[in-house]
């Protein structure tokens, strides 16, 4: 039997029926369960909460009566027009920044004996399915969101000598706790635009149709997208989000705030399994540097975890110059490092994945408040990027905007108040004090490293200089015939492989007829600028193998996008040197499955 969720609209629904309004979706809907490569564990009885075939959250009955949506609904529709749904504040994106805001929202409303209604809407097919991170977590947000978090059995366990903790599933945590609130979860819905009233103002977002066909026709299971207002809306979407990037250049948020343009880079990891004799639990092993060359920032960290199992990744700045360099392919080459090959030997990839980050820092905060809502988390930028660490500054960030939405909605409050919050709190202490590190590598490896230890260890952030970031990263890349090819070696499919090996371990999965969701603003840029100046740097930047290039009948070489393959990382639309590639939500539910990222 098809099981059906639904989603209640507490007050009006374009229909023309004043009914209560019901969303239903049905499996057909979505990708099939079995074309879901999701691990069997999400599913299994110690799970607080269960996917139906709809991908939306079943709440347990304690979620139910602690929820102002009613147990039983009624359905109407009109088939050409969009259901509308409304509550008082939705959240886009179930990730760290996102859930906090939840949780402190409802945290105030039980507080405040109170209520408000709360919906966070997350593209994944499940809440975490998306994150991705070097899995250190400092836990001072934490212990303020929820000081008892030890005790209620947070998946934190391995603590580690430099650093705090290891992150392992802190997400599909703070996804139940949430619940418990009565917050209302919904992934495998993507938002992909913003609604705006007769004045300009953000009223809430639209999810987008299910159903379309690669040529554009309706399948036979089209489904309308929703309109999902709020009274407050906060855009949680993580780095480089696509509806916060349209939303800042909309309200000239990065002018306002005084803000730099945001620099970037690309993270990728994988989690591994080790002999147990060379598993030391909570050890840590940072790099900067090698295999990346003198003229290009980044590095490499290595973390044991619980389980035998480590993770271990490479970060490469996306200002890179060489037009040739395969950021996968540096980190295929990191592994045969005689100090990171002696722990890897005997062991089997666990997972695989990536994902750009933040590294503007300080200079790249932009004004985060906008008619109707607010920006919160890494889709602002809160990295702190010496310690390399963004989730605690993101959480807080949340709870900030939480705590002034709470105040706008019941006390009068002005939602730019949150400005004030941030700058007043320890986060925007933390970036200021750490802001010079990373410009300081502009001026290449050896530079750098002598500017931010006079930074770090000296001056503790007290120099009256605030240094300023280069270009923006699709500047940077050089071309092609001011470098010469690089040559890596072959995978050896011990320690390094190829990039389908890699994608199949991603669980990565899109439904094959739909709509391009990476779309080039000029289809003639590829072939006539991407390929001859730069080498076709699309085929090497991005780590899932998204961009090919591939002969015609005429023996021309055509740019052939594999939407299917995509991870979600973002870094085409960061690094294409002529901003050509724009990345744009698939159907709810499609891209990675991460379980232990």
């Known amino acids: 039997m098809i099981k059906f969720r639904s989603i209640w609209s507490k007050s009006k629904s374009k229909s023309k029926s004043n009914s209560a309004l019901v969303v239903l979706r049905s499996l057909t809907s979505f990708q099939s369960v079995s074309n879901l490569h999701t691990p069997s564990a999400y599913y299994s009885s110690s799970r607080p909460y269960s996917r139906d075939a709809s991908s939306l959250w079943k709440p347990r009955a304690s979620a139910c009566a602690n929820s102002r949506v009613p147990i039983s609904r009624s359905f109407c529709t009109v088939p050409e027009d969009r259901d509308s749904i409304e509550y008082d504040v939705v959240i886009v994106g179930a990730g760290p920044a996102g859930l906090s805001a939840a949780i402190r929202l409802k945290q105030m409303c039980r507080e405040k004996d109170t209520d408000l209604s709360v919906c966070v809407v997350e593209k994944g097919a499940e809440v975490g399915a998306h994150i991705l991170s070097g899995n250190v977590f400092e836990p001072r947000a934490l212990d303020e969101l929820l000081p008892q978090w030890k005790q209620q059995e947070a998946p934190i366990t391995t603590p580690v000598s430099s650093d705090k903790f290891c992150l392992s599933q802190l997400v599909r945590w703070l996804g139940a706790k949430a619940e418990e609130l009565g917050v209302e979860i919904y992934p495998g819905f993507a938002a992909s635009e913003i609604l705006y009233d007769a004045n300009n103002e953000v009223i809430g977002i639209g999810t987008n149709d299910m159903g379309i066909s690669k040529d554009g ?28 990037e349209k939303i800042m250049k909309k309200y000239n948020l990065r002018e306002k705030g005084g803000a730099q343009h945001q620099t970037y880079a690309l993270g990728i990891k994988e989690v591994w399994e080790i002999d147990e004799e060379k598993h030391q639990p909570g050890a840590v ?4 540097g090698w295999p990346l060359d003198h003229k290009t920032y980044g590095g490499s960290f290595l973390y044991h975890m619980k389980d035998k199992q480590i993770s271990i990744g490479l970060v490469v700045a996306l200002n890179y110059q060489n037009p040739f360099m395969n950021p996968y392919e540096e980190f295929q080459k990191l592994k045969h490092h005689p100090a990171i090959k002696s722990f890897l030997e005997g062991g089997t990839v666990v997972q695989y994945g990536a994902r750009t980050l933040n590294e503007g820092g300080f200079q790249s905060i932009p004004y985060p408040v906008f008619p109707g809502g607010a920006i919160i988390g890494c889709s602002a930028g809160f990295l ?18 939480a705590e002034v939405t709470f105040g706008v909605l019941n006390e009068g409050l002005d939602m730019n108040t949150y400005w004030d919050a941030l700058r007043n709190s320890w986060v925007w202490d933390e970036l200021y004090k ?30 009256p200089i605030t240094l300023k970031h280069g270009k923006p990263d699709h500047e940077t890349t050089n071309a092609a015939q001011l470098h010469s090819p690089i040559h890596y070696p072959k995978a050896d499919g011990v320690l390094s492989f190829d990039v389908p090996t890699s994608l199949h371990r991603s669980n990565t999965n899109h439904e094959h007829d739909q709509p391009p969701h990476l779309r080039l603003k000029d289809p003639k840029i590829p072939e006539l600028v991407n390929l001859p100046v730069y080498a076709a740097p699309e085929s090497r930047y991005c780590p899932a193998r998204v961009y090919e290039y591939v002969a015609d009948e005429q023996n021309q070489l055509k740019l052939q996008i594999n939407a299917q393959n995509c991870l979600h990382c973002k870094a085409c639309d960061i690094k294409d040197p002529k901003q050509n590639i724009e990345w744009t939500v698939p159907e709810g539910g499609g891209g990675p499955g991460y379980s232990v990222m």
């Open 384 to 401: 702190n990027v010496p310690k390399i660490k963004g989730t605690h500054t993101a959480m807080k960030s949340g709870m900030l905007a």
């Open 434 to 463: 750490s802001r010079n590190y990373r410009p300081a590598f502009e001026y290449g490896l050896i530079p750098g490293l002598a500017l931010s230890g006079l930074e770090h260890y000296i001056l503790k952030g007290r120099h």
């Open 217 to 244: 026709s309706k399948k036979e299971n089209f489904q309308r997208g929703v309109e999902v207002k709020g009274r407050i809306t906060l855009l949680a979407e993580g780095c480089r989000g696509s509806l916060s």
């Open 285 to 288: 092993l940072h790099t900067l």
